[in-house]
T-cell receptor, first 113, second 116 residues
């Protein structure tokens, strides 16, 4: 039951270029989306979120885009830096319903020098 | 910066034994959660806890699991009789307000549980 799908297990991007991580979801009831970043031996760290009333949210080098009709969201990192190398999890939740977060399987991002 | 802490970082146990995983959430947070990640799989929700009671649990969280907030700082997950398939990384998380109101959860570093 993959309600949140990250179809690319890994992605390699040159330092300084844009990293684009994609995520699809199947449950049209989801209305709150989060991106987490995870380094080895650490827990997921919150990066950025977006609610379904918006189609874009920006925080520094990180921008999340939401396309509700396509049930698709993406995380853009620009410019990519070596410290961005990590696993990125897309996650979804239901506002005003429950508090659990449904995670995707993650995409491992490698920033190449 | 305040953070969620978990102990131990790695727990090895024999099948059938009881284990208690400990977490200290961020001090002013009110909502607490446990998740697990089996190797190679996604992070899965187990349980949420607020005001000293379970607010939601997944189908994974059966009678073998229990949670407790024994004092003002700790939040524990107990597995009564561990099975091989309980081997996973267990993450504790906390949030100041409800995620259903649009608030992120903050995760601890995890406890790796190995059941032999």
């Amino acid at each position: 039951d993959q309600q949140v799908k990250q179809n690319s297990p890994s992605l390699s991007v040159q330092e300084g270029r844009i990293s684009i991580l994609n995520c699809d979801y199947t449950n049209s009831m989801f209305d709150y989306f989060l991106w987490y970043k995870k380094y080895p031996a650490e827990g997921p760290t919150f990066l950025i979120s977006i609610s379904s009333i918006k189609d874009k949210n920006e925080d520094g080098r990180f921008t999340v885009f939401l396309n509700k009709s396509a049930k698709h969201l993406s995380l853009h990192i620009v410019p990519s830096q070596p410290g961005d190398s990590a696993v990125y999890f897309c996650a979804a939740s239901l506002l005003n319903r429950d508090d659990k977060i449904i995670f995707g399987k993650g995409t491992r991002l490698h920033i190449l020098p | 910066e305040p953070e969620v802490t978990q102990t131990p970082s790695h727990q090895v146990t024999q099948m059938g034994q009881e284990v208690i995983l400990r977490c200290v959430p961020i001090s002013n947070h009110l909502y607490f959660y446990w998740y697990r990640q089996i190797l190679g799989q996604k992070v899965e929700f187990l349980v949420s806890f607020y005001n000293n009671e379970i607010s939601e649990k997944s189908e994974i969280f059966d009678d073998q699991f229990s949670v407790e907030r024994p004092d003002g700082s700790n939040f524990t997950l107990k597995i009564r009789s561990t099975k091989l398939e309980d081997s996973a990384m267990y993450f504790c998380a906390s949030s100041l307000f409800r995620t259903s109101d649009g608030n992120e959860q903050f995760f601890g570093p995890g406890t790796r549980l190995t059941v032999l």
